[in-house]
């Protein structure tokens, strides 16, 4: 399937926000559960959010419930993760997935992945 493309990530300082954006191919947001996923140095990828195709219900990790929040917009192919009062620990590669698998939780449930996008939070 076809690649996604994530930006806005950067360097923020503790406590700051962040919005990150997924730009998909056409039709694939309203078709494909997209998730965000990251990986901090040294770790595995753990997940941290997904918005449904079908119900359009959303679901989060709890290292960010509370603190992130995850929307998208159809026409303009685009599904974001708006984060607020970031901390060191959330730094990371993220990267935005699409699927149809289940547990909506688990990586290997998505076959469309972008190249990520670094967000490093200064302590």
């Known amino acids: 399937q076809a690649q996604l493309v994530e930006s806005g990530g950067g360097l923020v300082q503790a406590g700051g926000s962040l919005r990150l954006s997924c730009l998909a191919p056409?039709?694939?947001?309203?078709?494909?559960?997209m998730a965000w996923f990251r990986q901090p140095p040294g770790k595995e990828r753990d997940f941290v959010a997904v918005i449904s195709y079908r119900l359009n219900s959303t679901y989060y990790g709890d290292s960010v419930k509370g603190r992130f929040t995850i929307s998208k917009d159809l026409a303009k192919n685009t599904v974001y993760l708006q984060m607020n009062d970031l901390k060191s620990e959330d730094t990371a590669v993220y990267y935005c997935?699409?699927?149809?698998?289940?547990?909506?939780?688990?990586?290997?449930?998505?076959?469309?992945w972008g190249q990520g996008t670094q967000v490093a939070v200064s302590s």
């Open positions: 997935a699409a699927g149809r698998g289940t547990p909506v939780v688990d990586a290997t449930s998505y076959t469309t």
């Open positions: 056409v039709r694939t947001v309203g078709w494909y559960n």
